[in-house]
Nanobody, 114 residues
Framework: QVQLVESGGGLVQPGGSLRLSCTAS????????MSWYRQEPGKEREWIAV???????MYKDSVKGRFTISRDNAKNVMYLEMNSLRSDDTAVYYC????????WGQGTQVTVSS
C-alpha cells in the first residue's frame, strides 16, 4: 500500500518562504496526477495545486504566482515551493493523488506569523 510522508513545514514570518516535500512509497507515483492540499483549523481540507504526470500544473487562485509545484518521478517525490507567505497560508499541508485515492499522510504544519 502506498504511504505518503509530507515534510518541510515550520514557522516562518510573513513574506518568507518554505519548501515542502512529499515522498511516496510504491512504484505507481509517476502514473498519477498529484496534488497538494491544506487544512486550516475548523475548516475543510482544500485543494491548492496539481501537477500532472507529464508536468503540467494548475493552482488555486489564492496561491497562484506565489506557490510552485514540481515533481521528481525518479525519486517518487513532489515539492511545493511557497514564497511570499501570508498569515492565511497557515495550515496543515497534505499531498495525495488528484483524486485523493491514497491514504492520507500526517501532513506538515506551516505557520506564518511574526
Amino acid at each position: 500500500q502506498v504511504q505518503l510522508v509530507e515534510s518541510g513545514g515550520g514557522l516562518v514570518q510573513p513574506g518568507g518562504s518554505l519548501r515542502l516535500s512529499c515522498t511516496a512509497s510504491g512504484s505507481q507515483f509517476s502514473l498519477f496526477a498529484m496534488s497538494w492540499y491544506r487544512q486550516e483549523p475548523g475548516k475543510e481540507r482544500e485543494w491548492i495545486a496539481v501537477i500532472l504526470s507529464g508536468g503540467n500544473t494548475m493552482y488555486k487562485d489564492s496561491v497562484k504566482g506565489r506557490f510552485t509545484i514540481s515533481r521528481d518521478n525518479a525519486k517518487n517525490v513532489m515539492y511545493l515551493e511557497m514564497n511570499s507567505l501570508r498569515s492565511d497560508d497557515t495550515a496543515v499541508y497534505y499531498c495525495n493523488t488528484h483524486s485523493s485515492s491514497w491514504p492520507w499522510g500526517q501532513g506538515t504544519q506551516v505557520t506564518v506569523s511574526s
